[in-house]
DNA sequence: TAATACACTTGATGCAAGTCATGGTGTCTC
DNA sequence: GAGACACCATGACTTGCATCAAGTGTATTA
């Protein structure tokens, strides 16, 4: 049967619309393969279910393949706060390698359906297949420059900055998985958005509309239009090609 | 010769005191002696000496073996934004994977001296040994949750919680370096600890002297004493045993 | 030992964002 | 379609930390 529904597990690697965006970047046809057998489809998330909680017994890393998936952890006082948002094409839950256990929680935004990757059998084909070792290496690089690019947002940069940002980084992710740049619908909640850049669900709320009043963008609930994208970057602070 | 400078670069990772704080842990002797041969060891850095700076060609990850090292990255307007502090034991240098060039710069914040062990070699170690591959993983993973919980310190704590928190993680470090617990000599300026947890020198200055007066620590310039740990912890707000 | 620079401390004031309160709007359930 | 509930918007008030402005060490150099 053919795919037809996003959420559809009747998929393989080879196949996916994603393509090189996820793992098998720069894989020969029968490394892919390879990946193709240890890859493992389960049912799709209904929204708000879990992949993982924190402090499970860490087994596998996962890749989105369609939805939207929200990373957390609990603070000691029990607050939550989140630590990232994964769209399809990005792998989540390699924070679980170090202590064998997950250091986030993952929690379905909307319905998603995800890949598992046993990471002991991917550590397995990694050192069989060196471009495999190489592009993994790489994505934990690049989860570790992300959080330090948040890092410097949360310590350096206001409210209109940091929400300004994050709808650019996810109007360039969208750009990666070939969808509109400048329409989208967020998939989490203003409150979501808030605890992810440090600030209340009033500022957040706040700072959207101001944005919509000054015509940077359109917004109706969670459909967003980004109209002004170079003010967005020029009121987000960040070079014009990020 | 015998090892007598803490800085000296006749040491092999066989004989060297960090052991298996560093990279060699759960290695065989073979392993080791693989690795040892892989390890380049330099002159020492001398303080204010960059290490590699933001945007280099990214050739190797750096292990601390004596002083102190500070990663920052500039921001797009120019300021400096510090994102780790790193001690003997420690590894620096793992951002710059992604993207074939590093994500930050790293300058000495003392006298310090460096194994540089270049990437491209202890990829092809990590293949033919399974166990090196998984502790990088290990290294890289425990990166990401380190910046995971600076994001949460920086988004949720207040400026006393930050600084109890920083003199505990540095007080855990030693300890891990069989340092002492409660002694130490911060390396690093009220500057550069304010820039990191998000915070101006003023600030960080004035909890400093509250801690000071409340008995909580004694500080005598860069010297700290800390008096009550388990009073900082509970100022933290961290469970007890981390 | 004086001179200069730089790092740190301390106090006074202002502001950005948090908190509290209220009302609106969409969405799910029965 | 009524009720319940979560989510969102917006106004009034509060506050923690930044900013500004001196002043006080503490190294470094001549």
Redo the contacts between chains.
Sequence with gaps: MPETCPHNSAISCGNCRLGSICLPLALETDDVVKLDEIVQRGRPLQKNEHLYREGDHFTSVYAVRSGAIKAY?L???G?E?V?GFYFPGEIIG??????DQY??SAKALETSAVCEIPFNRL?EL???V?SM??H??????????S??Q???L???NSAEERIASLLISISARNARRKLSRTHFRLPMSRTDIG?F??LTVETVSRVISRFNKQGLIAVENKEVTLLDLEGLKAVA???SDS
Aim: proline fraction near 2%; aromatic fraction near 4%.
């Design positions: 952890r603070t000691g006082d607050q706060q630590t390699m924070d679980g390698i170090s202590k250091a986030c550590e990694s050192t069989q060196p070792q190489r993994f290496f790489q994505l934990m690089s690049q989860e570790i420059t959080d330090q948040l890092i410097t949360l310590s350096k605890n850049l440090g602070n960040v070079a």
